[in-house]
């Protein structure tokens, strides 16, 4: 992915000194989401959790840019001042694709999401995102037309992004089916199933297998060299000892959305609702697995993004 040039990168997006340095020394960056932070995960472990992520990066020899959008601009690689008030601002807005102009223009706090952490990693030549889990096509969806921006994004965004697959509380086939009308491929690394986020399994398969970085890299190299444009999903399972078992997060996804049909919880409050309620319920061991999967995801999308540059310049 090349780079645009900086006096067109200048009009909205701004650098840390860290992220400045890796681009002048051509290291391998990794973007990160900021809605994982703000809306997420509860304070402080939201803020421990991003850091945690940053440093697995680092130690695994690329570098991290975490991405928010503050004071009118795009904040690529964020300072732990930034960091804390992510975490702790209750005005932080949740930025989606459509939501970046007005946050940018009126010089509001905002968290981005995958689609939007997509949008502004391929602004700043950033070719490879790692969060927790992608949006998908919400249950019910045939009638309330809900499915997430993500989506939509990866169909046309060049940017590979390293997940634990999609939150049980999701439609998984129907989403998986969306991916795949739009020519959006699914890399699942280490098993031939497809993730659902707190568990490893979902009952699905994904489209093709690649366990190394060097695979993965090629893959996604391929795929943007034959000219198709948009992002690859690669799912990334979480650890087998962190893992939540199948049944239990299953009853428990089906009571907290049933708490949130008759709450009429609705569009960007339904998943940190559900989160937040599958906390409780599992008293808080749903949270000790998400922060499990972010950190594994971290160390894999490091080695993906250290694979890149070699994979390209062949």
Known sequence: MSLLPMTQLNTFLSFSQEVLDARAAGKAIVALESTIISHGMPYPQNVEMAREAEQIIRDGGAVPATIAII?????????????????????????????????????????????????????????VFVTGGIGGVHRGAETSFDISADLQELAHTSVAVVCAGVKSILDIGLTLEYLETHGVPVISVG???????????????????????????AFIATKWQLGLKGGVVVSNPVPAAQAMPKEEIDAI??????????????????TPFLLARIKQL??????????????????????LAIAMPAVVAR
Do not use: Y
């Not at 009952?203 to 695979?215: I, V």
């Not at 009571?255 to 919880?265: C, F, I, M, R």
């Open 191 to 217: 098993q031939e199933g497809f993730p659902a986020f707190f568990t490893r399994e979902s009952g699905f398969k994904a489209d093709f297998r690649l366990d190394t970085a060097a695979e993965q890299a």
């Open 253 to 270: 996804t089906a009571q907290a959305l049933q708490e949130a049909d008759k709450g009429g919880v609705k569009g960007k409050q339904v």
């Open 71 to 127: 004071d009118g601009k795009i904040c690529v690689g964020l300072s732990p001042e930034q960091l804390e008030l992510l975490g702790t601002s209750p005005d932080a807005m949740k930025v989606s694709r459509r939501d970046l102009p007005f946050v940018l223009s009126q010089g509001k706090l905002g968290a981005t999401t995958v689609a939007a952490t997509m949008i502004c990693a391929e602004l700043a030549g950033i070719s």
């Open 282 to 303: 599992t008293d808080g061991r749903s949270l000790a697995t998400n922060i499990a999967l972010v950190k594994h995801n971290a160390k894999v999308g490091a080695a």
